[in-house]
C-alpha cells in the first residue's frame, strides 16, 4: 500500500517525508487541508518532483493558494531545506533591525568577532543592513543542494541515491538551484498580507475595503420600485424598500499625525483613503495629536479645529477608521486637561471622548502601526490596551485591514 493511500484511510504512515515541511508551512501561515496534502504526496509518488527545484515548484503550485502567501512560502522553503530563516522585510528596509533575524545575526557577528564591538558602534545602520544582506547572500551561494536530506541511500521511495522502484530524487543535484534564486530575489514580500501599508501595496487595501458593502436591513425606500410594484398591484400601494445605497455611507477617518512614530504612516494613509472617495463619495479625514479630546482637526498642521460634538451629530452608520499607535503617558488618556498641546485645554479625560465616538458610531475600528504580536510588550502598552477596551482594535497591515472590514460587516448584518 502506498503512503498516499494509507492517508485517504485515515493512517499516517511512518516515516512519511516532508510531513515536518506541511506543518511548517502552517506555522508561517499557510493553511493546509487534507486535500492539498494528498495531491502532495501523490505527486510525489508519480515523480513530479525530480530534484530540489522541481520539488519547490510543485509544493508551491500545490500549497499556495493566495498571492499574500508566496513569500511565507519561500520562506518556509527557505528555512526547512536551507536552514536560512530569512527576515519578512525587503532588502534595503529599514524595518530589518526591528526583526528577530537581524538581532541574532548581530549578536553571532560580534560573538565570532565577524564585527568587533568596537567597530559596530561607527557603523551606520545602513551599513549594519547591508552587511546583513550580504550575509545571507553569502549562505544563499554557500547551499547548492539543500542540507536536510531525507531518506538518503537504502528502499525509502522519497529520498537520494535510493534504489526503490519510482524512487524521487529531492536533494543531491538541485537544477539549476532556481528555487534559491527565487528566494532571493524576495519578490512577493509586498504581497503579504502581515505587511504594513505601502505605496505599492494600496490596491490590495482598496481590494478588501470595496467588500465593505452596506448589507444590513433594506430601510430605504425604492420609490422606482414601490411604483413598478403598485402599478403591478392593480393600484395598491406596495412599499419596496432597499439596503441604504453604498454612495451615501459617510467615510471618516481620524489620523494621529502628532508623533514621530506615526509619520512613517500618514502620507500612505492619506493616499489610501483619498483614493477610497471615488468609491465613498461622502469621506472626510481629520487629524489629532496621540489621542482625541473636545477637537479633532481638518488640517495636517491642526489649525483648522472642528468640535468633536459636530463629529458626533454624524449619522450612526458612518464607518470610522483611527489611525494612532495609541502609546502615550497615562495622564494624556486618564487625566482632565491631560493635553500635551499648550493650546488645548479639555476638563474632560480623553478615555472619556473616546468612549463618547465608540459609543455614538457602532462602525468603527482603531488601526495601529504597531504589530499585533508586539501590543502588550510596547512602550505605551498600558494605554494602548485601555484604548483596546473602548474600540475593536487591529494592526496596520493588509491582514488588519482585512480583518477590520470584516469586523464592521459582521456588524452590519446583525
Known amino acids: 500500500m502506498t503512503a498516499v493511500e494509507e492517508l485517504r484511510r485515515g493512517d499516517a504512515p511512518a516515516g512519511l517525508p516532508f510531513v515536518d515541511f506541511v506543518y511548517m508551512l502552517r506555522d508561517f501561515g499557510i493553511m493546509t487541508g487534507m486535500k492539498e496534502v494528498l495531491d502532495f504526496f501523490e505527486g510525489l509518488e508519480k515523480g513530479l518532483a ?3 527545484d522541481e520539488l519547490f515548484l510543485f509544493a508551491r503550485l500545490v500549497f499556495v493558494k493566495k498571492p499574500e502567501h508566496l513569500d511565507r512560502f ?11 530563516d530569512l527576515p519578512r522585510v525587503a532588502e534595503g528596509d529599514p524595518e530589518l533591525i526591528h526583526t528577530k533575524q537581524f538581532r541574532e545575526w548581530l549578536e553571532k557577528a560580534m560573538r565570532d568577532g565577524t564585527i568587533p564591538r568596537g567597530a559596530m558602534w561607527n557603523m551606520s545602520r545602513e551599513e549594519l543592513i547591508k552587511k546583513f544582506w550580504e550575509t545571507v547572500k553569502e549562505q544563499m551561494e554557500g547551499h547548492h543542494g539543500g542540507n536536510r536530506w531525507v531518506g538518503t541511500g537504502g528502499s525509502s521511495p522519497f ?3 535510493g534504489m526503490a522502484q519510482k524512487g524521487i530524487r529531492v536533494h543531491g543535484q538541485g537544477g539549476n538551484r532556481m528555487a534559491m534564486k527565487v528566494v532571493g530575489d524576495r519578490r512577493y514580500i509586498d504581497y503579504d498580507s502581515a505587511n504594513t501599508l505601502r505605496g505599492d501595496n494600496i490596491r490590495q487595501v482598496l481590494a478588501t475595503l ?24 392593480g393600484g395598491d400601494i406596495d412599499l ?22 506615526m509619520m512613517p504612516y500618514v502620507n500612505v494613509t492619506r493616499l489610501l483613503f483619498s483614493k477610497v472617495k471615488d468609491r465613498f463619495k461622502d469621506s472626510e479625514i481629520y487629524y489629532f495629536h496621540n489621542t482625541i479630546y473636545d477637537v479633532v482637526y481638518k488640517d495636517a498642521m491642526r489649525t483648522k479645529p472642528l468640535k468633536l460634538d459636530k ?15 495609541a502609546s502615550m503617558a497615562p495622564e494624556e488618556l486618564m487625566y482632565s486637561y491631560g493635553s500635551i498641546s499648550f493650546d488645548l485645554e479639555d476638563r474632560v479625560p480623553s478615555l472619556e471622548r473616546l468612549q463618547n465616538i465608540a459609543e455614538k458610531f457602532k462602525f468603527c475600528v482603531w488601526l495601529n502601526p504597531i504589530l499585533k ?35 464592521m460587516r459582521r456588524k452590519a448584518v446583525k
Open 159 to 161: 529520498g537520494h541515491s
Open 74 to 84: 519561500e520562506r518556509a522553503f527557505s528555512l526547512f531545506f536551507y536552514d536560512i
Open 373 to 407: 504580536e508586539e501590543w502588550d510588550q510596547t512602550y505605551g502598552a498600558w494605554t494602548l490596551n485601555k484604548i483596546r477596551g473602548v474600540f475593536h482594535m487591529e494592526d496596520l497591515t493588509l491582514r488588519g485591514v482585512k480583518s477590520a472590514v470584516d469586523y
Open 50 to 52: 525530480g530534484n530540489l
Open 240 to 261: 419596496v424598500f432597499k439596503r441604504q445605497e453604498l454612495d451615501r455611507i459617510k467615510l471618516v477617518l481620524l489620523i494621529d499625525n502628532g508623533g514621530t512614530s
Open 311 to 325: 463629529l458626533l451629530g454624524y449619522n450612526e452608520e458612518t464607518r470610522v477608521f483611527i489611525l494612532g499607535d
Open 210 to 233: 470595496k467588500r465593505m458593502v452596506p448589507v444590513g436591513a433594506e430601510n430605504d425606500l425604492d420609490l422606482d420600485e414601490t411604483i413598478r410594484s403598485t402599478c403591478n398591484n
